[in-house]
């Protein structure tokens, strides 16, 4: 509650959003490298090892390279967000953000924020392959899961890695 006060009584309605559209800039470009780059890395780990089918190390490993390719670009854009957040009765922008910590200032934190971006994405797509293995496996008709069903999968195991 006091946050929300605290929020309030620095911008209004528009200091409950402050930095929300770099958050909204920072995910789409994030989850489109996420999800391309896993597909496109376990398809080619595939074709070099003459599968038809992914193993649980070609999640993992398309996973963790999405989440290093998604950090390089996102880091950036997640640094912006949080100094827009946290900036306490200013008004700025994303180019005075960028103006008031210079170039080198975006990767600040960098290195841990791409660790538990590698893992935590190697980790998801593979839970949410392993989730979508188990469903077919307990399906009568062996289907996999519709696109709401893999939703769902990809929620509860987000919740899961993500609390690991």
């Excluded at 995910?27 to 597909?39: K, R, W």
């Excluded at 599968?51 to 999405?66: H, Q």
């Excluded at 989730?131 to 709401?148: I, K, M, V, W």
Aim: hydrophobic content about 45%.
């Amino acid at each position: 509650r006091a946050a929300m006060e605290a929020m309030w009584a620095d911008g209004g309605f528009g200091g409950l959003f402050k930095g929300h559209a770099s958050t909204v800039l920072k995910v789409f470009p994030t989850s489109a490298i996420q999800f391309g780059v896993v597909d496109a890395t376990k398809k080619a780990l595939m074709s070099l090892a003459h599968r038809t089918s992914a193993t649980e190390l070609d999640c993992f490993l398309a996973g963790c390279l999405a989440g290093g390719i998604a950090c390089i670009v996102s880091h950036p854009l997640d640094t912006i967000r949080t100094q827009m957040a946290v900036s306490v009765g200013a008004s700025r922008s994303m180019a005075d953000v960028v103006r008031a910590i210079g170039l080198r200032g975006l990767y600040r934190g960098f290195g841990l924020s791409c660790v538990q971006e590698v893992l935590g994405n190697g980790l998801g797509f593979l839970a949410v392959d392993k989730g979508c293995d188990l469903f077919r496996a307990l399906h009568p008709d062996g289907a996999g899961p519709s696109p709401r069903e893999r939703g769902l999968i990809a929620a509860a195991t987000s919740m899961l890695v993500m609390t690991a």
